[in-house]
Structures are given as structure tokens and as C-alpha cells.
């Protein structure tokens, strides 16, 4: 657990951890964009090729990640902030991030269809009493 905290990082793919996530959230401004990416079939890599394996496919999500504006919130859950949100270029940048990590995915991890879901919201203070509740949106809407 200490390593998982030390200096706010992910001991694993060098990201803001969860503890850095909140801390972020609860100063964002309304207007920003969160963006959720989810690893959709990390457990299945664990339990067929080994957990050295879904490190190595953390760590290369986490390598297509801004690293000053992304987080690991979960095993195989990461958030990306976006300080000018927009309805716009948040569904762009989700694809291009699909787009990306289809791309970088060695062979072995397409031969079990993994791949990246994504699910964004604007926060909006009329719709959203914090930043975490628009999180919670963007993980309502993840495809």
C-alpha cells in the first residue's frame, strides 16, 4: 500500500493515484471535462496469460495518457481531466484514445478482443453538486 501512495503516484504506471484523483476533482472547475477509460477484459488477461501481463497492459494505457492530467482510479479504471471540457472534444479524444490504443496493442492481447471503453461528462454545477458526481456520469456512460 505505501508504494501505491508514494508521492501521490501509482506505483504501477506512474499516474496521479486515487488519493491525487480526489484531490483534483475537488478543485475543478465547472466546465472541465472528466473522461473515464476503462481496460474492458483485464481480468480475462490476468487469468490467461498472468497478472505480469495486465501489468504490462496498465502500463501501456497509462503510456497513451497525459501524464499531468490523468489518474488510475482502479485496476483497470484511469481518468483523464480536461480543464476546457466541451462536449466536442471530449468524445474526440476518447476515440483517438481507442484509435490509439488499438494500435499499440500487441497481438497476443487482440487475440482476446481487449480493448478500451470510454464514457465522458462536462461538469456542470447546475447538474453536478461536485466534480466526483460528473465522474460518476461518465462512468454511467461508459460504452
Given at each position: 500500500m505505501e508504494q501505491q501512495t508514494a508521492a501521490g503516484r501509482d506505483w504501477l504506471?506512474?499516474?496521479?493515484n486515487r488519493e491525487t484523483l480526489q484531490a483534483a476533482l475537488a478543485s475543478l472547475a465547472p466546465g472541465a471535462g472528466v473522461l473515464l477509460v476503462r481496460v474492458a477484459g483485464l481480468n480475462q488477461v490476468n487469468g490467461t496469460l498472468g497478472y505480469r501481463a495486465g501489468d504490462e497492459l496498465l502500463a501501456l494505457t497509462a503510456a497513451l495518457l497525459p501524464a499531468d492530467s490523468a489518474?488510475?482510479?482502479?485496476g483497470a479504471r484511469f481518468v483523464l481531466l480536461s480543464a476546457d471540457g466541451?462536449?466536442?472534444s471530449l468524445p474526440a479524444l476518447a476515440r483517438k484514445l481507442e484509435a490509439d490504443f488499438s494500435d499499440a496493442l500487441p497481438q497476443r492481447f487482440q487475440e482476446l478482443g481487449i480493448g478500451?471503453?470510454?464514457?465522458?461528462a462536462v461538469f456542470d454545477s447546475a447538474r453536478h453538486p461536485s466534480a466526483a458526481?460528473?465522474?460518476?456520469?461518465?462512468?454511467?456512460?461508459i460504452l
Open positions: 504506471t506512474g499516474l496521479g489518474f488510475r482510479a482502479s466541451g462536449a466536442k478500451l471503453t470510454t464514457g465522458w458526481a460528473a465522474l460518476r456520469e461518465a462512468d454511467a456512460h
